[in-house]
């Protein structure tokens, strides 16, 4: 089993930092979104103090919490679509100590068009790519843009990003939920458990159902703060012939407000062993983060248009 493989079984962890676009301004590809526009939201000394939360007040329910997460979906993945990110991912193949044996090392552009992350490679283990390089990177986005942006698709990909929240809010129990302040936010905090009255039917429910950890709620938004989970079992494919994510494989994701509230993802993390077929049986670590994101005023569309800046 890849890297990509078992990040994909994650995939519900991080399913809010998927986008829902619109018709906007065209773009052939991410190297075209570079002119941004910064908003500041400075308080002004006349404002008053806000008044302290009462971190003992009842919480809401967790049905409250799923109702809310489910209706602002698609508003907050329309919101995410006007940022652009560099995103760092390093991956390494590691021995049974977690001593480092290969690291590969992939700097990008991330965006998001219609619901889908896309990732605009630019560099590779700190050397950027060359001319040939970028020609053939830049047709590959044009490509997933276009792949992302079908109309017909586009009803079927907001389904289905609905029903990866269902499952991620089902699989698991939220037990010994409380409040803090973080970072001057009220935060719901639960236990996260295998929910008994969830009957997982494929590789990614099981995945999700044989979790256990911590999960963070931001109160206002209803937005994941945070999520650091781990195995509690071994996860099969084909009865363990094909593939094998082993007992204690554990995953960390975690999600900050922007100036404007949007929330963007800023890192994911994990690291475990797996075997695929019968003979590879990696340990691996990975690292993805996310940061000098910026408002930019250039979207995409799939028809291809000269890109006016501004």
Not at 63 to 91: F, G, H, K, P
Request: proline content about 5%; charged content about 20%.
């Amino acid at each position: 089993m890849t890297l990509h493989h078992t990040l994909a079984l994650a995939s519900p962890w991080v399913l809010c930092t998927c986008a829902f676009a619109q018709t906007q301004t065209p773009v052939p590809a991410a190297t075209q979104h570079r002119a941004a526009t910064h908003h500041s939201h400075a308080a002004t000394a006349s404002q008053a103090a806000p008044a302290q939360p009462n971190l003992s007040a009842p919480l809401p329910s967790v049905a409250v919490i799923r109702q809310r997460l489910l209706a602002n979906l698609q508003s907050i993945q329309a919101e995410q679509e006007r940022y652009l990110c560099r995103m760092t991912s390093t991956n390494e193949r590691t021995d049974a100590h977690g001593n480092p044996l290969k690291t590969h090392t992939r700097v990008f552009d991330m965006f998001y068009v219609h619901g889908r992350e896309i990732d605009e490679l630019i560099s590779k283990n700190g050397v950027p790519l060359d001319a040939s390089a970028q020609k053939n990177e830049s047709e590959r986005v044009q490509k997933e843009i276009a792949k992302d942006s079908n109309a017909t698709d586009l009803s079927k990909q907001q389904s289905d990003d609905a029903r990866q929240l269902e499952i991620l809010l089902h699989a698991l129990r939220y037990t010994n939920g409380h409040r803090i302040l973080l970072n001057g936010r009220t935060t719901l905090v639960y236990d996260l458990s295998g929910n008994p009255d969830f009957h997982p039917k494929n590789l990614q429910e099981r995945f999700l159902h044989h979790m256990s950890g911590s999960i963070q709620v931001d109160e206002a938004t209803s937005q994941l703060v945070d999520v650091n989970a781990h195995l509690d079992r071994d996860v099969k494919v084909g009865g363990g012939l094909v593939a094998n994510v082993h007992k204690g494989f554990w995953i960390h994701v975690h999600q900050t407000p922007q100036k404007d509230g949007v929330w963007i993802n800023d890192l994911t993390e994990g690291q475990g062993d797996a075997r695929a077929a019968l003979f590879f049986h990696p340990y691996f670590r990975f690292r993805q983060t996310t940061d000098s994101c910026h408002l930019t005023s250039v979207t995409t569309q799939t028809t291809a248009a000269t890109v006016t800046q501004p």
